[in-house]
C-alpha cells in the first residue's frame, strides 16, 4: 500500500547544531503537511507545501518539496531546546484523498 | 474561538469496561478525524466523520470500537470490552472542510489506560 518513510527515527543534537528530517513517499503526493508534537503533547501543524520543488521558510526551520512531489525535508538551523519534539510529515497521494501519516523522528536537544 | 477540546484527558478502565471518548471541535468545522498513538509511536488514522456520516473508517478495528459524530453535540469514539492493548492516546482533529483542503486542527488528547 501507500506509503510514507520518516528517517532518521531519532536524532540527537547539541543545542545549536543543525538537524534535517526526510520524508519520502512510494507515490506522488498532491500535498505535504509537516506537524510538531511537543512531549506529552498534541500535534501542531506547521505547513503545507503543495508545488514541486517548494521551499517554505519559518525562522530557523526550512521545509522543502521535491521535483518529483515524492519527496520533502525539514531543516532546522542553529536547534534550541524549545525544538525538542516529534517532528511528522503527512502526504495526500494524488489518487487519494486520505493523509498518509509517516512514523515521525524524535528530536532531543542538549543543552 | 476554542480549540478541539476532547474529554476526558485522562480515562483509567478496567478490563472488559467501556471507555467513551468525546470530541468538540472548533467552532465551524463539520469534519472530525480520530487518531490512535500508542507510546512512543507514530499517529494511526482510526476514522473520519462528517455530521452524522462516517465517511471513512478504514483504520478502525473491526470488533468493539465505533465511532458517531450526531447533528447535535460532540463526536464520541467508543470502545466496548477494553483490553490492555487499548491503552493509548487518542487524538481527535477537525477542519472546516475536508482533509483534503488544509490543516488538521488537533485537540490534546484522552489517554486511555487499560488495567
Known amino acids: 500500500g501507500q506509503q510514507v518513510m520518516q528517517i532518521p527515527q531519532y536524532q540527537h543534537v547539541q543545542e545549536g547544531e543543525d538537524f534535517t528530517t526526510y520524508c519520502n513517499s512510494s507515490?506522488?503526493?498532491?500535498?505535504i503537511q509537516w506537524y510538531k508534537q511537543r512531549p506529552g503533547g498534541h500535534p501542531v501543524f506547521l505547513i503545507q507545501?503543495?508545488?514541486s520543488g517548494e521551499v517554505k521558510k519559518q525562522k530557523r526551520l526550512t521545509f522543502q518539496f521535491g521535483e518529483a512531489k515524492k519527496n520533502s525535508s525539514l531543516h532546522i538551523t542553529a536547534t534550541q531546546t524549545t525544538d525538542v519534539g516529534t517532528y511528522f510529515c503527512?502526504?495526500?497521494?494524488?489518487?487519494?484523498?486520505?493523509?498518509?501519516w509517516g512514523l515521525g523522528t524524535s528530536l532531543a536537544v542538549n543543552p | 474561538n476554542a480549540g478541539v477540546m476532547q474529554n476526558p484527558r485522562h480515562l483509567v478502565r478496567r478490563r472488559g469496561q467501556e471507555a467513551r471518548l468525546r470530541c468538540s471541535p472548533m467552532?465551524?468545522?463539520?469534519?472530525v478525524y480520530w487518531y490512535r498513538q500508542l507510546p512512543e509511536e507514530g499517529l494511526k488514522f482510526m476514522v473520519y466523520?462528517?455530521?452524522?456520516?462516517?465517511?471513512?473508517e478504514s483504520g478502525m478495528p473491526k470488533e468493539r470500537f465505533s465511532a458517531e459524530f450526531p447533528k447535535e453535540g460532540p463526536s464520541i469514539l467508543r470502545i466496548q470490552q477494553v483490553v490492555r492493548g487499548d491503552s493509548a492516546a487518542y487524538f481527535c482533529?477537525?477542519?472546516?472542510?475536508?482533509?483534503?483542503?488544509?490543516?488538521?486542527?488537533f485537540g490534546e488528547g484522552s489517554r486511555l489506560t487499560v488495567l
Open positions: 482533529a477537525s477542519s472546516p472542510q475536508g482533509q483534503n483542503t488544509g490543516e488538521l486542527f
Open positions: 466523520l462528517q455530521k452524522e456520516n462516517i465517511i471513512d
Open positions: 507545501l503543495v508545488k
Open positions: 503527512a502526504g495526500m497521494p494524488g489518487n487519494n484523498r486520505k493523509l498518509i
Open positions: 467552532k465551524g468545522h463539520s469534519h
Open positions: 507515490t506522488t503526493l498532491s500535498n
